[in-house]
């Protein structure tokens, strides 16, 4: 992938004192063939391999950074630049603010009004509905029924309505009376762009008049999400990006090409199936992404969030009196288990990514975990101390498990104490340890 190869192109200056023409040559080289491979456009490429040039050669070489990190860096910021610099907000205006959702079927259109309701809802407290505007398959509709479910947000559908332009205007008009402030209309897709797909959403786009038109892609369709972008954006003129199904592996290269031949800002990113799991798009995390770092501010951010406050004072205080026993063990899984998706986390961290590769984490790494602390008795999930053989034989088999498995838990337990009684004893709280399962 992109790392990899930059890594390796980066070796290349490694041992050298300075940056010069020559030895920088072989390096851009490789940094420009990588990002093609990215699926980057060949003049983007080309010209930010130029760019590049011109900052690394313009530098004075200090002899206390490596070349090599020096250009990680210039490559870096020159890659957050190409996306945007900064982040772009969401605009959120109109009373209700109307949001328009389009992209190709499959790019994630239903799955991202979803998360994203959920975002303004829970960070940005407004009151959402969601338009149901894919008309033509019933299964459509239901899905997007069953998201909002999920997450307590009204959908908006008429049975027997054809006409989507007729369904956003009655929605609006609906979300006045009911009081809500943001209106998320998800529309219908096509397999390839055509021209009935473009003159429905113009005209739904026309009609309704969003304050924000999202134009949502798949990460994985590579220089195909870049030409359908810009079909898109000349038929709709939209006003930002969505980048979906960015999970595991999918370096992002395809956020760079877009930002580059669209000139609009990714708003977005989005990975996992879980509603939670949206992200704002930040260029300098993107780049480090794409550089292999790790989104190592992203994690903490979301850990953060989720890891409830009081959870932690109450967890401290316990810590310190030596109280920590299965009962807060199971809290903390299932603290872990709400900041979303495992992989989705663990390869934010950096050199995970690559480590994961083919590895499969799932929620299911707890399962067996909260089947043996099912099988305690109260008694003994308040006192682990209690823990003898006998216990554990009988605990064993109560779980489906094996005395080992039993022990290795115990273990675990017992190592986590420690080490949180350890942080917790040195004032700030960190982050759960994770069982190994
Ligand atoms: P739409 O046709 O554009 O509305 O796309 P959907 O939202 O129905 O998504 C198509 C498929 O991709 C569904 O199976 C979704 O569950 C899945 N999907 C959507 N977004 C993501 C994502 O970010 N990551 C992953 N892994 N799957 C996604
Ligand atoms: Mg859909």
């Not at 930002?240 to 609009?264: E, H, N, P, Y």
């Not at 030596?322 to 050199?351: C, E, R, T, V």
């Amino acid at each position: 992938n992109l790392t990899d190869k930059l890594e390796r192109s980066f070796k290349i200056l490694k041992g050298e004192g300075r940056i010069t023409e020559i030895n920088i040559a072989e390096t851009l080289k490789e940094i420009r063939r990588a990002l093609i491979d990215a699926d980057v456009n060949y003049k983007v490429a080309k010209s930010f391999t130029d760019e590049v040039k011109q900052k690394a050669l313009g530098q004075n070489v200090l002899t206390a950074v490596k070349p090599g990190q020096m250009m990680t860096k210039i490559v870096r910021d020159e890659l957050a630049q190409l996306m945007g610099g900064t982040a772009t907000d969401i605009r959120l205006e109109g009373t209700p603010a109307v949001i328009l959702i389009a992209g190709l079927q499959g790019s994630g259109k239903t799955t991202f009004s979803g998360k994203l309701a959920a975002f303004l809802k829970e960070k940005k407290g407004r009151h959402v509905l969601l338009v149901a505007g894919d008309v033509y398959r019933p299964a459509a509709i239901d899905q997007l029924k069953v998201l909002g479910g999920q997450i307590g947000v009204e959908v908006y559908t008429e049975e027997g309505n054809t006409h989507p332009v007729e369904i956003a205007q009655n929605a609006i008009k609906y979300a006045r009376q009911k009081g809500c402030n943001v209106v998320i209309v998800d529309t219908a897709g096509r397999l390839a762009v055509d021209e009935a797909m473009m003159q429905e959403i113009t005209a739904i786009k026309a009609a309704v008049d969003p304050g924000e038109t999202l134009f949502v892609v798949d990460a994985m369709t590579g220089q195909d999400a870049v030409n359908t972008a810009k079909e898109f954006n000349d038929r709709l003129d939209f006003d930002g990006v969505v980048l979906t199904k960015l999970d595991g592996d999918t370096r992002g290269g395809a956020a760079i090409s877009i930002r580059s031949v669209v000139d609009k800002p990714l708003k977005f990113i989005s990975s996992g199936e879980k509603m939670d799991a949206l992200q704002v798009f930040h260029p300098e995390r993107m780049a480090d992404r794409i550089l292999g770092m790790g989104d190592v501010v992203s994690l903490v951010e979301r850990a953060q969030e989720q890891f409830d406050e009081a959870e932690a004072r109450k967890l401290k205080k316990k810590l310190v009196k030596d109280q920590f026993n299965f009962n807060d063990f199971l809290a903390q899984i299932n603290q872990i288990k709400k900041m979303g998706n495992l992989k989705d986390l663990a390869s934010m961290i950096p050199g995970m990514g690559k480590a994961l590769k083919g590895v499969e984490i799932s929620d299911d790494v707890f399962k067996q975990t909260e089947a043996i602390i099912g099988s305690m008795t109260p008694a003994e999930r308040e006192r682990p101390e209690i823990l003898n053989a006998r216990r554990r034989e009988r605990i064993a088999k109560g779980s489906g498990t094996t005395m080992a498995d039993v022990n290795r838990l115990l273990k675990q337990f017992d190592d986590t104490r420690k080490m949180m009684k350890m942080v917790a004893g040195g004032g700030k709280m960190k982050l759960p340890q994770m069982p190994r399962g």
